[in-house]
């Protein structure tokens, strides 16, 4: 590795990356907002491993450094279970809401992107 090092040095290209490109290449980070916009408590998992309780009208500015994996229950309800997870994209905005494509189950939510 400290050959490698010292080639970057020779070809001065260490000092051309600024902060924002060595993110990039390391992998960087996106930031995005999730609310709840639904009368339940919302668990989550951020990445596999950040996870929160999110209640009702609740929003929050997450930093994700892994890729910004979301997984969460789409059944509000305690005894039945359907994860689901999207890839959220940086500096947008999200909400759970109730799923627009089920009017007739009240416990079956989804995460939208609404800015």
């Not at 090092?5 to 990039?24: M, R």
């Not at 390391?26 to 209640?55: A, C, P, R």
Request: zero cysteines; proline letters at 3%; charged letters at 25%.
């Amino acid at each position: 590795m400290s050959n490698n090092q010292n080639i970057l040095e020779d070809f001065s290209l260490l000092e051309e990356l600024d902060e924002q490109a060595g993110e990039t290449i390391t992998g960087g980070y996106e930031v995005f907002t999730v609310t709840n916009k639904t009368k339940y408590n919302i668990t989550y998992l951020v990445d596999g491993v950040s996870s929160k309780v999110q209640k009702p009208g609740q929003g929050l500015i997450w930093t994700a450094y892994k890729g910004g994996i979301i997984k969460f229950d789409t059944d509000s309800r305690d005894k039945y279970v359907q994860n689901k997870s999207y890839n959220l994209a940086d500096g947008k905005k999200y909400e759970f809401q109730d799923n627009k494509s089920t009017p007739g189950n009240p416990y079956d939510i989804n995460l939208y992107s609404v800015g």
